[in-house]
């Protein structure tokens, strides 16, 4: 593996293609040449994982030499001239790609990936039409792993970019490649279920993988025969970092699909109840900013730590065990609104519960084997499922307001002033994490966010980690050490939860319209805004809490 580390403070000319490039030393020549607009093909290199050089498709020829070169991982050096798209190189690549689909299923149409393959697109643009199949049958279905993730090994094309981002990446240490050359394979090590290893389901590497080897898991049609019946009731929230996702699945211009519009599809479609996920959200936060007072008080078991899912505490039983006294509730608002809903509406009996969002580590949140109350938690992909299925023009959708959460009997209690101090600044950072990674001075993308509050008087420190990379780094940095935060938010995806496990593959890594290109960095002593329907997650937080209910997660 090769990690390209450009000296700025020298400048190394050569020719791509004949075209003149001057690049800073150290930079590998498949960047030199995306800066000079030429397109090598490549299915394991992307921008944001580490350079392995595995597939061979970006191989070039340098100085007329006869022997082939990985862009990917090698430098440019003084005066080089690259060829990257002669009549060998070009049968060179197009043999590659037959070879992958001559191992592949043929089940395009019916594949989760079908249209958004990368593998697909490649054969095309190199004209790879003829390839034995060596009388394969098509493969079975593949199985749905813990009900989130479904891997597929037959359409694996080897790129390693999942291990890649597992251990490198999230290190998390799930995913791993065995044995060498035909032999070679990825997948969990010593072949046991994802569910059994190491994994926490935060879904990165079905947002890296090229084909459908793995994605997310899809039940578009279990939903549709829930909305059919008719002694339901269905309910359902939305997290706008969805938005941005449809937009570009339906070719929208950024910014045309509003959340009142979404509401409106998805009453057309069948859902009954629209809420403000916003309400829940802010609720949520003062359940966890229940947890977090009473620590501050009894000054134990500090800092609180949470992560943006249940199953990620899964990282810290797995990699620092010692630390699991700190976790807290997620506070998902997902999960608040089934169980509220269930718990206090006059028909909570027949609610049919669903929640869409990026994050497909919320799939296994709610599985009723894991104790989840959500009926459905649906991601990106599904939610495009579902327009694709209907024909709607959403640009075009009128807006129609959510529906109010009618509580049968609000409690009516005083509220306590130093529990809305501290949801108003939890609810602050966690937001910011929902919505993309925060661009610091600069222009440099943190990974950690700090803030300051003041939570009855008292000086809190809180933290905002992204990516479970991240995460790691900083508790190995801090062991052995007290960590100096009161409260500390992990987010499982480098870019937020906008560009979250459940996201349209193809969006991950770019800057969407709602996400982290709009945020700035936040001073942080900056004053904690009221939380969004403070009166009414007032409201909803006693009432819950009157009616015996628990929300620990």
């Known amino acids: 593996m090769r990690e390209a580390t450009p000296n700025t403070e020298k400048t190394v000319n050569l020719t791509i293609d004949g075209i003149p490039a001057s690049v800073p030393a150290g930079t590998s020549i498949l960047e030199a040449a995306r800066g000079v607009g030429v397109v090598i093909p490549t299915l394991c290199d992307r921008e944001d994982l580490p350079k392995r050089a595995v597939c061979r498709l970006c191989v070039v020829e340098c100085d007329g030499g006869g022997r082939l070169k990985a862009a990917c991982a090698t430098e440019v050096w003084e005066g080089v001239a690259v060829a990257t798209a002669t009549p060998e190189l070009r ?98 090590p010593y072949g046991d279920a994802l569910q059994d290893g190491a994994c926490v389901f935060c879904g990165r590497c079905a947002s890296v993988c090229p084909v459908g080897a793995i994605t997310a898991s899809d039940r578009t049609d279990a939903l549709e025969a829930a909305l059919d019946r008719t002694d339901a009731v269905p309910s359902a929230v939305f997290a706008d970092e969805v938005l941005s ?97 269930k718990k206090l509406l006059p028909d909570g009996e027949k609610i049919l519960a669903a929640s869409f969002s990026p994050s497909l580590s919320k799939k296994r949140d709610a599985l009723k084997d894991e104790g989840g109350p959500l009926d459905f938690a649906l991601s990106v992909g599904e939610l495009t499922n579902l327009v694709a299925r209907s024909g709607a023009d959403l640009g075009k959708l009128a807006e129609s307001p959510y529906d109010p959460f009618p509580l049968s009997a609000p409690s ?30 600069g222009g440099k993308l943190g990974e950690r966010v700090p803030l300051e509050a003041a939570i009855g008087g008292r000086k809190t420190n809180m933290l905002l980690v992204f990516g479970l990379g991240a995460a790691h780094d900083l508790f190995t940095e801090f062991r052995g050490k007290p960590l100096p935060w009161s409260y500390l938010r992990v987010v499982n995806c480098p870019g937020g939860c906008v560009e979250g496990g459940g996201q349209d593959p193809t969006l991950v890594g770019k800057r969407l319209a709602r996400g982290r290109n709009v945020l700035k960095t936040p001073d942080p002593r900056l004053a904690i805004p009221p939380l969004p329907h403070e009166a009414a997650a007032w409201d909803l937080f006693r009432a819950f809490k009157e009616r015996g209910g628990v929300f620990s997660s």
């Open 91 to 188: 049968r060179v690549r197009k043999s590659i790609v037959e070879m992958l689909l001559a191992d592949h299923p043929r089940d395009c149409f019916v594949c989760p990936r079908n249209l958004n393959c990368e593998l697909q697109r490649l054969a095309f643009e190199l004209g790879a039409r003829e390839f034995p199949s060596y009388g394969k049958e098509l493969p079975p279905a593949p199985a749905v792993e813990a009900g989130t993730i479904a891997r597929d090994p037959a359409k694996c094309v080897k790129c390693a970019r999942c291990v890649a981002v597992c251990r490198e990446g999230q290190k998390t240490g799930a995913l791993s490649a065995s044995f060498r050359s035909a032999s070679f394979q990825v997948g969990p």
């Open 245 to 341: 996702g449809v937009e570009a699945s339906r070719a929208l211009p950024p910014g045309s699909l509003t959340p009142l519009k979404l509401s409106t599809f998805l009453k057309l479609r069948g859902f009954r109840k629209v809420y403000p996920r916003a309400l829940f959200s802010a609720a949520a936060a003062i359940f966890k900013a229940e947890t977090l007072v009473k620590r501050l008080k009894d000054g134990s078991a500090l800092p609180f730590i949470s992560f943006c899912s249940e199953s990620s505490r899964r990282f810290l039983e797995i990699h620092f065990p010692d630390l699991l006294f700190l976790v807290g509730p997620s506070g998902d608002p997902g999960r608040l609104f089934s169980l509220s809903a």
């Open 412 to 441: 009516g209690a005083e509220k306590d002033p130093i529990l809305l101090e501290a949801a108003g600044a939890i609810r602050l950072l966690d937001a910011r994490g929902e919505s993309g990674r925060i661009l610091e001075e």
